[in-house]
């Protein structure tokens, strides 16, 4: 069972960037496509990006996204990141990683392909 840990989140200007990192210290991720996603109150959680296993590491980018945030997989570290560059109001949310598979690499936005999360880390972009 994953126990994925969240960490990264915070208060930032529009315009900032804030660096968010997906781990789990007892198992390796490698085997396993990540996924961030995020959620505002009253709304569904909505899948920000993914990104699938080693040897394919093909990345697939919400739209409203795409061209500022990246993310990328640190095999070394056991650790995803997303990194998010021009952040604006709208970014704001509880960002959670999310787990698909082993060995599944469909990285389709859909929540319940996703069977482990982690408890997520508040992001806010505010002036």
């Known amino acids: 069972q994953l126990q994925l840990v969240e960490s990264g989140g915070g208060l930032v200007h529009p315009g900032g960037s804030l660096r968010l990192s997906c781990t789990d210290s007892?198992?390796?991720?490698?085997?396993?496509?990540i996924a961030w996603f995020r959620q505002v109150p009253g709304k569904e959680r909505e899948g920000v990006s993914c990104i699938r296993t080693p040897g394919d590491e093909e990345t697939t980018y919400r739209a409203s996204v795409r061209g500022r945030f990246t993310t990328y997989r640190d095999k070394a570290k056991n650790t995803i990141y997303l990194q998010m560059n021009n952040l604006k109001p709208e970014d704001s949310g509880i960002y959670f990683c999310?787990?698909?598979?082993?060995?599944?690499?469909?990285?389709?936005?859909?929540?319940?392909?996703?069977?482990?999360w982690g408890q997520g880390t508040q992001v806010t972009v505010s002036s």
């Open positions: 007892g198992n390796s991720l490698d085997k396993y496509a």
């Open positions: 999310g787990a698909e598979g082993p060995l599944v690499n469909l990285c389709v936005f859909f929540e319940s392909n996703f069977g482990s």
